[in-house]
């Protein structure tokens, strides 16, 4: 619900469970350790309950997202920044900024002295998930670090996918990849944009990376 109205702290969600009772009767047992406050129960009730409101709530949300998604799409398209494609909801993307800050690849067959020299191994635990390896380089690590702090600098915060763990296949742990979120106000995203692409441009100028066509 604080996602899907932008009302972060009103924290409520709703478990649709229609063919799998013991996770009905499992979540029943703990659900008095987690329930929402009465004012935020009031509060969703009331809202739910306005389908006047939900209606065009839900029209102008969906122009509003397009249009800062189309924005940001734009921007990256004109910078040689790759993203990932294919969502039809949400608030952000993931961007690869992997061409413009030279990658990570660690080369087979340079030895595995090169090899453990550059790669970097970490254990990562997730809640009700088995201990996971990821492997990535150190190089791109440092990278990330010299990326992230440019923007810093630039008064524009992009969360890298290093906090996310985010993967692909044959190259993990989201170095180099940003989380980018479009869900602002298109002020706010304007300003963000400029202060990036001056960002862009100075890294461009430090490591002698071409605008990517």
């Known amino acids: 619900m604080s996602k899907d109205f932008s009302s972060n702290g009103l924290r409520a969600g709703v478990l649709l469970s229609q063919h799998n009772p013991s996770v009905t009767r499992t979540l029943k047992s703990i659900a008095m350790f ?5 004012v935020t129960e009031h509060y969703w009730t009331a809202l739910l309950n306005d389908r006047a409101f939900l209606d065009g709530y839900f029209a ?17 398209r ?13 608030f952000f993307l993931w961007a690869d900024f992997r061409a413009l800050l030279g990658g990570d690849i660690v080369v087979a067959d340079e030895g595995k002295e090169k090899e453990e020299e550059e790669e970097e191994v970490v254990e990562a635990v997730a809640v009700g998930r088995p201990s996971q ?7 791109a690590k440092a990278r990330d670090d010299w990326f992230f702090e440019k923007m810093i600098k630039a008064k524009v915060f992009v969360a890298s996918g290093n906090a996310f763990f985010a993967e692909e296949h044959g190259w993990k742990f989201g170095y180099l990849r940003y989380r980018v979120s479009f869900s602002v106000p298109t002020e706010i995203l304007e ?3 400029e202060r990036l692409s001056g960002v862009l441009e100075e890294v461009r100028g430090e490591i002698g990376a071409p605008l990517q066509e």
């Not at 987690?34 to 009465?38: M, N, Q």
């Not at 800062?68 to 799409?73: E, K, N, P, Q, V």
């Not at 004109?78 to 949400?90: D, F, I, M």
């Open 60 to 76: 102008e949300n969906s122009r509003r997202l397009a249009a800062g998604h189309a924005r940001l799409t734009g921007f990256l």
């Open 191 to 193: 300003l963000g944009l």
């Open 34 to 38: 987690s329930w929402p406050a009465s």
């Open 133 to 139: 390896v990821y492997r990535t380089s150190r190089k």
């Open 78 to 90: 004109s910078q040689g920044v790759r993203w990932v494609e294919g969502s039809n909801a949400g």
